[in-house]
């Protein structure tokens, strides 16, 4: 049997801005906008008639003489007058109407008409300025009341909000510093929510699309555009894991909490391996501090026969007792029991699964089975927390306000109940809140997406070159050979996890020891061959070389060739090309007769960035979930035959890496608990891992020789998970890659170009936007400004300087530090639009953060194209899509 298609996964999801363009298009200082582009024009008219000019006048003095040395030197004051951009004297035109001839001379008097009404439009500028700033700050006044921002910010700033009232009711004329200072923190709120689709805010409606030949390439039509609004709210998981693991420490309620034998443990050389995962030192902020331990201990007959006496789910208390009697005191168990928890022969863990949506509920039924305080305290304390959670969905923003404050006060307490550590930034983490288009069917245009396929094929066989996952694996595969012999095979896949660990000195970051763009950089390893890492090396270095070469020409836009793509791509080693890959990229499209995809980022797919909203646009069972039967549908017709997708199971605390089930089997990673009666999960001991030596690759086997895929369907960042974790997932494809490639490129920016600015072109491959235009701005070419107080001579200057370096007058800018790669400031690039003064405040801040650098990036899609059209206006839209490849042969070689 063979295959070779490429297919989009059936189901688009589309991400809006929470506010119509229309709020920004409101806050527009239109007249004095309109006054600032008459003054630049006719500064560009002066600029570029004042040579003409100047050469007439230095004619006419030549011809003066000796004869009139009094005009000679009032026509040398005049050009020298031009020259400069200063206004003409009345004594100066007269004696320049004598002495030029007609054409020079109407061009004068043009020059000086303009010169002469620079004045007047500074004065009435500098008026329609404070007359449109004033009705600017009573629509934001008005905007400060809205109860659609106003239910965001309550999860986003509560320091914010609590400031919001008095900004709202103080009348304008008598605001002061500090509530000017509000009005900018509410000002970047407002403008995000117009003009940003971010994937994990409360301020994004999210709606589930399918793909339509019948609707114009790349339109997004929402059905009915009078839908309302619906949010999901989840509890915190991160806080309630870790009272969890409080709780399972406590030195009174850990003797009744469950018993479990690790299912971690194998034997090997008359060794018991355990593995463990912890959770060691303080929380990171947001998500759990999660890592593992690797242990051995000499194998015994007593050992195994302590440990299968253990019944999976009996308490401390009940396993001393049940296993007391003539052989064994009470003493003797306890002794046992506390050993085989040591060395982690067995669990102590409530095992509550992790893909719980009710964790909160979970955890306060474990605890009511237990009779001695302070369970029946903080049973109190959860039922309290549950209850302003129910309450929290309904609520209005100031009531949300105080649910908030007591949600925290109950976990505070609950926690010192327990002696519990609280992680940092925790009261960040309570609740969850995610909001859709209620009763809506969304549908995209198909068409551009079929325009592209050829050119996104192209790009997704290139973009793994500019990733090490390849090398990583070919690491671990030399180290699988060095230890299994070619054509091996490991009967425990945790037994070449423990055993790689010697191969790599306990390093096992040793696989991912190369920075993104450059594997020169590494330090070399024996166990990958020198002559792939050298090709490797070179098709970067070309690629990076040739698109420098492009940078030099300074044009708009670079049109990538296509045939020099594919003689890249054709150069790869084999270990960078797979029988089947699955890409998703977020986009946005820009209409015309000839559209646009604008692709701004691209990730792995098999559904990892729809995942996180499965529940959201389906419900949490995944058999009704017409999302999560479209990715099972997709992964069979993805994958060959004996080949299967497999989740590797994992919250890690963080709420974005809840979802149901998308994969047709589980990965139960240690403590990772799944739903009891779960279906198709494997544990890790009954994976195999068998060398190919045909295609020197590693295969990862069920015991019914199944291959299996590990996927990660969480968006944690990968290297933020555990060591095994990381190590479990180069077995299959996860992460991100690098779009735009500006990144790359200006890491090997040489020394000479700092202090400079950096211009890239709009990069193209066809309809396919790879990177927009972009300039890199230092810190000292940056305009001067005055975030207290701008004017109108702000708003004239700031728009000077944008015209003298070209830059389009809609931008998104972004403070950053460092040299090369720049780090940014601000998480979030911030839009801009120079026309619009009330914005250009938040120019000022970011311009007053940089380090370094302003990284400023033009606006495509501008707010002007069409967009989504819902029943308060249109509405900034993003899409997120996966193009899925296969190309195999029965046995799951290439086609």
Request: glycine share 6%; hydrophobic share 40%; aromatic share 8%.
């Amino acid at each position: 049997m063979e295959l070779s298609e490429t297919f989009p996964t059936p189901f688009v999801l589309i991400r809006s801005a929470g506010l119509p363009l229309s709020v920004l298009e409101s806050l527009r200082a239109g007249r004095s906008a309109a006054v600032v582009s008459r003054l630049l024009e006719d500064e560009r008219w002066r600029t570029s008639h004042a040579d003409a000019l100047c050469d007439a006048l230095f004619r006419a003095c030549k011809a003066c003489g000796d004869e009139a040395p009094e005009d000679r030197k009032l026509l040398l004051s005049a050009k020298r007058d031009v020259f400069n951009d200063r206004p003409l004297a009345q004594k100066v035109l007269e004696r320049a109407r004598v002495r030029l001839a007609s054409a020079d001379l109407e061009l004068l008097e043009e020059w000086h008409q303009r010169h002469a009404r620079r004045q007047e439009l500074l004065v009435s500028g500098e008026a329609l300025f404070r007359e449109e700033q004033v009705a600017q700050r009573r629509l934001m006044q008005e905007l400060a009341r809205n109860p659609i921002l106003l239910r965001g910010l309550t999860l986003a700033s509560d320091s914010l909000i609590s400031k919001l009232h008095k900004y709202a009711e103080t009348p304008v004329e008598e605001q002061d510093a500090r509530l000017r200072k509000v009005e900018i923190g509410l000002l970047a709120y407002v403008s995000r929510m117009v003009t940003k689709t971010s994937p994990f805010s409360t301020f994004t409606q999210v709606t589930l699309g399918r793909w339509d030949a019948a609707e114009a390439p790349g339109r997004i039509s929402v059905q009915p555009s009078t839908a309302g609004v619906k949010g999901q709210l989840q509890i915190g998981h991160l806080p309630l894991r870790q009272l969890q693991e409080a709780i399972q420490r406590h030195p009174v309620l850990k003797e009744h909490v469950p018993l479990w034998p690790n299912p971690h443990q194998w034997v090997r050389e008359g060794r018991r391996n355990i593995l463990q995962r912890l959770e060691v030192g303080p929380p990171r902020p947001r998500i759990s501090h999660t890592t593992e331990r690797l242990t051995a201990v000499a194998e015994t007959p007593q050992l195994g026969t302590w440990v299968s006496l253990i019944r999976p789910g009996e308490t401390y208390t009940e396993a001393v007792q049940r296993l007391t009697g003539p052989t064994a005191s009470s003493q003797k168990v306890s002794q046992l029991l506390n050993q085989l928890l040591e060395t982690g022969l067995v669990l102590r863990q409530f095992a509550l699964p992790e893909q719980r949506w009710d964790l909160l509920e979970a955890l306060r039924g474990a605890l009511e089975r237990i009779p001695v305080e302070p369970a029946p305290s903080l049973v109190a304390r959860l039922t309290a927390l549950g209850e302003c959670y129910r309450r929290f969905e309904s609520a209005q923003p100031s009531e949300r306000l105080a649910l908030l404050r007591r949600m925290e006060e109950v976990l505070r307490e609950a926690f010192e109940l327990v002696q519990g550590t609280l992680a940092p930034e925790w009261s960040e983490c309570i609740v969850y809140e995610d909001t859709t288009l209620e009763a809506t069917e969304a549908r995209i245009g198909s068409g551009l997406w079929e325009q592209s396929r050829d050119d996104l094929l192209l790009l997704q066989r290139l973009l793994p070159l500019f990733t090490n996952r390849p090398l990583g694996r070919r690491i671990l595969t030399s180290a699988f050979v060095q230890l299994y012999g070619r054509g091996g095979t490991c009967d425990n896949v945790l037994d070449f996890y423990e055993r790689s660990r010697r191969v790599f000195g306990g390093d096992l970051d040793a696989v991912e020891r190369f920075s993104p763009g450059f594997p020169q950089d590494a330090k070399d390893t024996p166990l990958l061959p020198r002559e792939e890492r050298l090709r490797v090396q070179e098709l970067r270095e070309e690629f990076i070389l040739r698109v420098r070469e492009e940078l030099s020409r300074e044009q708009p836009v670079w049109e990538i060739p296509r045939d020099w793509l594919k003689s890249l791509v054709e150069r790869l080693p084999a270990s960078y090309s797979a029988p089947w890959a699955s890409f998703s990229y977020m986009a946005q499209v820009v209409p015309g007769e000839q559209p646009l995809l604008v692709l701004n980022e691209a990730y792995s797919g098999h559904g990892q960035f729809l995942a996180r909203f499965a529940a959201l646009t389906g419900g949490l069972d995944a058999r009704n979930n017409p999302l999560c039967q479209g990715m099972l549908e997709t992964e069979r017709r993805l994958l060959p035959p004996g080949h299967s997708l497999a989740e590797l199971l994992g919250v890690f605390g963080f709420n974005a890496c809840l979802h149901p089930r998308m994969t047709s089997q589980l990965l139960a990673y240690p403590g990772s608990w799944p739903e009891p009666g779960e279906e198709g999960v494997l544990r890790l001991p009954e994976l195999r891992l068998v060398h190919d030596p045909e295609t020197e690759r590693l295969r990862l086997l069920a015991k019914d020789g199944t291959e299996l895929h590990p996927v990660y369907l969480g968006l944690l960042v990968p290297r933020l998970t555990p060591p095994l974790y990381q190590f479990l997932l180069q077995f299959g494809e996860v992460g991100k890659y690098p779009l735009p490639f500006w990144n790359l490129i200006d890491a090997r920016r040489p020394p000479q170009e700092e202090g400079h600015i950096r211009h890239y072109p709009r990069m193209m491959l066809g309809r396919l936007v790879l990177g927009r235009r972009r300039w890199l701005m230092p810190r000292e070419l940056l305009p001067r400004t005055n975030p207290g107080s701008p004017g109108f001579g702000e708003l004239l200057e700031l728009n000077r300087w944008r015209e003298r370096h070209g830059l389009p007058k809609q931008v998104f800018v972004r403070a950053g530090r460092g040299r090369g790669r720049t780090r940014d400031v601000e998480r979030k690039p911030q839009f801009i639009d120079f026309e619009n003064a009330f914005l250009l405040r938040l120019l000022d801040r970011q311009i007053e953060h940089v380090e370094q650098m302003l990284t400023v990036e033009e606006a495509l899609p501008g707010p002007d194209a069409p967009v989504m059209e819902l029943a308060d206006g249109r509405h900034a839209s993003e899409f997120l899509f996966e193009v899925n490849e296969a190309r195999w042969r029965r046995g799951g070689g290439h086609a």
